[in-house]
């Protein structure tokens, strides 16, 4: 039942730790439990969540999280600090960074196209995540990055950021787009003019223009985020990095959790450890269906009401047990650990160092 | 109110809800409880995702429509389908005579330099599909699960945010009329849902309020799911239980029973905790359903929240100016 020690030789190894799984089960808390954990053992550790974590700041007793890493005092030989990815700002310091001038730097950031990606175009989000840890590790030297990933199945795109990154820069589009002048057009080939004449009729020519001024101010620069993006790649893919597989025992979770495990497998990377949240707690070795019958035996008084309890959550207990064989097979040999659905709920650094207790018995 | 008052109050109804919350499964007991009430009723997914379709037993779904549950009696038929972005995309050209590049235009990756280009795109070829499936009336309700988490808000303000960049074309026009179907409480409405713990409530209030002001999106009740039921005679000793019932217990029962007793009563006391907290923070109506105890839920668990959530219904005031529901079913318009 205890969490094997491979958790705590992670915390103790890693130089990166990526937390996925989908929505609500539990990633953020256990994103910051490990880095929490890191700090007690002497790292200096950062937490970086993907949603406005409101709830964590207060755990952590911080105000509020920003894009720059707030250091939580505590009584701990390392040291702990959280931040909140903003996707936005990462990217305009990106851009700022690679710009030759401070002219090229405000055209980008004044266009309306680039306002668009920066904002909302879906992977920006997992692009800058990859980002930030790379910034946090290689120059902010933090030796322990913890970061938690958006809950959608894009979650893990920006393992291979780097290759869409570069497929959009090669895309033929950009390409004809890249041309000094419209008047280019003319001279490619009829396929790509309808492609072209298509889109514009799709979303307006206005947007077009939008993007033609993006890319010829962006020229120039499409190297330095190339290579950035590289050496992102090659720190994921590093066997300092570690991904957490994080999940509830219900089957749609789990689903999700194998479709995370077999996409890293793709990668040719692996779950270094599944971390199963939120189990409801196990009462006794009994099974349901016995209490079930006695429940019934004894309708009406107080122990066919007590009876009837105990097997509503043994038989949640069974159903998790049922959920969860395949996964833990799957990402075997991986450590796993339990963490128990808690009877109240997480409200401060007391919580999460109970929570580390199941993450780390020993 | 009469469950056939809410259900014809308006024809889209979008349910949205932090991951996790049980979104889909109120939306396959909304379904269901709309079917019981003689609604034809299509359940649509924007995920490719086999969450709605194992709670019907049937295999995952996909963009061509396929029936949930069949019609039986008065009983309609609950149908189920994806909009996926890509395939409304294919569909909207091929629509507008573009079938021959249309293909092209995915299968290139174009798409991915289109939708960067004017982000929202793809929300709004996805509402753009619901909107023209509530045009053609094949359905009297149609229940959209929409994208988890704050996704849903961005689902939903992009039309706006595409408005503004796109100003001309059919993208505009297709913008414009996703917006009247958004803001016309007759036609469409959100039905948010949360569980009954504290993060998931925050975000709840939060995402009304997000929407109400940047969308003008028209709430119905909110749901808070999976509230454990209160069962009476958890507060007995069970050793004195036993005696009572003239038994004894086997060793290690009585902390079982027990443990098993106390954990249900400090998390429900929690639960109603929330209860009251969600009442003050946004004072709309709430609709209660109970946790099923197990860890897979199927059909038999998707009717008995479908019966939950019609008493829950029953039970809300009716509205001032309420329209009384129709005798029948609205045919097509």
Redesign the interface.
Known sequence: MSAPPGLSRLVDGAGVLVCCGSGGVGKTTTAAVLALEGAKRGRRAVVVTIDPAKRLADTLGVGALSNTPSHIKGGWPGELWAMMLDTKSTFDDLVTRHSEDEEQARRILDNRFYRNISGALSGTQEYMAGEKLYELHEEDDFDLVVVDTPPTRAALDFIDASRRLTNFLDHRLYRLLMSPTRAYLRAVNLAAQAFVRTVSKVVGSEVLDDALAFFSAFEGMEQGFRDRAARVQALLGDEATAFILVTSPRPDTVEEATYFASKLEESEMSVAALILNRMHPRFGTGRSEGDRTRAEAYSGSALGALYANLADFRSVAEGEELALAGLSARVSPAPVARVPFLADDVHDLDALAHIAGHLFPE | MDAGQFLHASRVVIVAG????GK?AVSAALARMAAKEGLTTLVVQV?????LA?LFGRPPLSYVESSLAPAAGTVAEVRGRTITPDGALLEY?EDHG?RR?SR??VS???M???????????DILILGKVKSLERSGSADLIVLDA?????AI?FLT?VR?LLD????????AQARDVLDLLTDPARCSVMLVTLP????V?ELVETAFMLEDRVGVSLGPVVVNSLYPP????D?D?E???A??G?SLRP??A???A??????R??RS?QEAQLARLDDLLPVPQLHLPHL????LGPSHVDALAAALRLEVASLPVPPGARPAPAAAPQGR
């Open positions: 932090k991951g996790g919350v889909t995920e490719a995702s086999s969450g194992r050209l573009l590049i092209k235009l290139t990756g174009a991915d330099v289109v939708s960067t280009a004017a982000p929202g795109i793809k994208p988890a988490a704050g996704h961005t992009s945010g960049a796109v100003r001309v074309g059919p993208i505009n713990e504290e993060t998931p925050n069962l009476a005679g958890l007995a069970p004195a239980a036993a009572e019932a038994v290690g029962e902390e079982a029973l443990g098993a007793a106390d954990f249900r400090r998390r929690l105890f197990s860890a897979d």
